[in-house]
């Protein structure tokens, strides 16, 4: 390995092969990166002694994507058997199209991306698109790279339980999307992501993240005009205000879901045969 030129990262070989593309695929950039560097967290789950040693082998090749759709499909060709794409620093959505319907999942740094499982006998067809919501750095994590840090087992057991954890969390998100009322699913949503990219503010939590209406509705299962009314309901009692890439949780999430569904139980009809007598919250 060839000296290095900045904080994790090397130039130099080995040579990678070029995937064949489309335009705004990630850039490959000529630099190489120690990736113990580059993840604080997977650097702790070895000693100071076998992390120096690691360094040296756990290196890989940095992408680079700008803002906007990204096509991975070819570097997951390249990624082979190894354990995938871990996101250096960025924020990626991940689009699963179902019979015209999307959902999305947001990822950022320290996440795995693995290539869409292949079921040849599925019965569904789905399409899986990669947007990078911020301008992110991923490092290529081959079969080469699994073979290189072979001794330190650490180091891909904590990298597949990088994996475990993406599943726990769809598994939140799936929940949240059960919920009937709209006002709901968007206030355990934003809490939710607030917990990893919130900022604690004195009236509550502030959350810069680029969710758009649309984006919003992608990830609770919900049309972008309902998404607008809601969040103008939302807004007009207190509980959530902002605007795309800067949104304001007020208060606690606990007093919010009561006045939520306090004021839900007040609209529901007694008899629920009779039709209601005012209009209830989407």
């Known amino acids: 390995m060839s000296s290095e030129v900045g904080e994790g990262l090397t130039r130099g070989e080995p040579e990678w092969p070029a995937p064949s593309a489309p335009p705004r695929s990630p850039s490959a950039a000529p630099l190489f990166g120690y990736v113990l560097d580059l993840d604080n967290d997977l650097a702790e789950e070895l000693e100071v002694r076998m992390r120096l040693s690691a360094r040296q082998h756990a290196t890989a090749r940095l992408l680079e994507a700008d803002a906007g759709e990204c096509d991975l499909s070819s570097w997951f060709a390249v990624v082979g ?38 079921h040849d006998d599925a019965l569904v067809e789905r399409e899986t698109a990669w947007r990078a919501l911020t301008p992110s ?38 929940a949240i999307s059960c919920q009937p009322r709209l006002e709901v699913r968007l206030v355990l949503l934003l809490w939710h992501l607030a917990t990893r990219w919130g900022r604690v503010e004195p009236t509550g939590l502030r959350l810069t993240l680029p969710l758009t209406h649309r984006l919003l509705g992608q990830l609770v299962a919900a049309e972008r005009p309902s998404i607008s009314h809601a969040l103008r309901r939302l807004s007009d009692a207190g509980i959530v205000t902002g605007a795309a890439g800067d949104w304001h949780l007020h208060g606690l999430v606990e007093t919010h879901l009561e006045t939520l569904i306090e004021r839900t139980a007040r609209l529901e009809p007694h008899d629920h045969g009779a039709p209601p007598t005012r209009q209830r919250i989407a």
């Open 81 to 118: 058997r190894g354990p995938g794409m871990l996101i250096i620093d960025g924020l990626v959505a991940v689009d699963t199209r179902v019979a015209g319907r999307t959902i999305t999942e947001l990822l950022g740094s320290g996440d795995l991306l693995q290539p869409p499982g292949r």
């Open 137 to 174: 750095r991923l490092a290529l994590l081959d079969t080469e790279f699994a073979e290189r840090v072979r001794s330190w087992p650490q180091i891909l057991s904590a990298l597949f339980r990088r994996a475990d954890r993406r599943s726990d969390d769809l598994d939140v998100i799936r």
